[in-house]
């Protein structure tokens, strides 16, 4: 089965800086692709979802990256707040599968 | 905006009683899932359940088991809690080819 494995699992990052999560995932199949944000105490709220047309999104404060030649989906944080200091997870799926999580990133942003 | 409704939010109980979790989710979805997330953030899928078919996870102890009325509902028992059980339980749903929307978690303390 689909195997994800997210790295770092912990990020600590000057207010201002980028910071970069990465996923590599195993099935090549995988069409859908997923970030979630946890803050502490809360539940898991999606960042953003990608399919696998697309190779990259933008959102507010962060973009997102796909290479699906080298199965590796990235979260890139551009100048980092303290609002971002939560708990990241990487999300994968084929079609009409179930998803697969990573571990999860712990970001703390630091002034 | 919450669209899966989990209850309670909290429950503490001894080791070797009984427990039950609801879950209710108004999105139309038809498949939901119930995931634990342990201290150390991992999450873990326990259920999957989409049109009767229940699919389990070979690792989910026996003394776990979904419940499921119709497709907006599958609340979790547990039937003799042990402390190794205290986590936080995330229901959570999906509809083909979507991401997946999470509850609030109930987190389970086991004394």
């Known amino acids: 089965g689909e195997q994800v494995e997210q790295r770092p699992p912990h990020l600590s990052v000057r207010e201002g800086d980028s910071a970069v999560i990465t996923c590599t995932y195993t099935?090549?199949?995988?069409?859908?692709f997923f970030w979630y944000k946890q803050e502490p105490g809360a539940s898991l709220q999606l960042l953003m979802k990608?399919?696998?047309?697309?190779e990259i999104n933008e959102g507010q404060g962060f973009t997102v990256l796909l290479n699906k030649k080298d199965k590796r989906l990235s979260l890139n944080l551009t100048a980092a707040h303290p609002g971002d200091s939560a708990a990241y997870f990487c999300?994968?799926?084929?079609?009409?599968?179930?998803?697969?999580f990573g571990l999860g990133t712990r970001v703390s942003v630091f002034p | 905006e919450t669209a899966v409704f989990q209850t309670p939010n909290y429950h503490v109980t001894q080791v070797g009683n009984e427990v039950s979790f609801n879950c209710k989710q108004t999105?139309?979805?038809?498949?939901m899932y119930w995931y634990k997330q342990d201290s150390k953030k991992l999450l873990k899928i326990m259920f999957s359940?989409?049109?009767?078919?229940?699919?389990v996870n070979e690792t989910v102890p026996r003394r776990f088991s979904p419940q499921s009325s119709d497709k907006a509902h599958l609340n979790l028992r547990i039937k003799s809690v042990e402390p190794e059980d205290s986590a936080v339980y995330l229901c959570?749903?999906?509809?083909?080819?979507?991401?997946?929307?999470f509850g609030k978690g109930t987190r389970l303390t086991v004394v």
């Open positions: 959570a749903s999906r509809r083909r080819g979507t991401e997946v929307f």
């Open positions: 099935d090549p199949n995988s069409y859908y």
């Open positions: 990608v399919f696998s047309s697309t």
């Open positions: 999300a994968v799926s084929a079609f009409a599968q179930g998803l697969t």
């Open positions: 999105l139309g979805h038809d498949t």
């Open positions: 359940y989409n049109n009767k078919q229940l699919i």
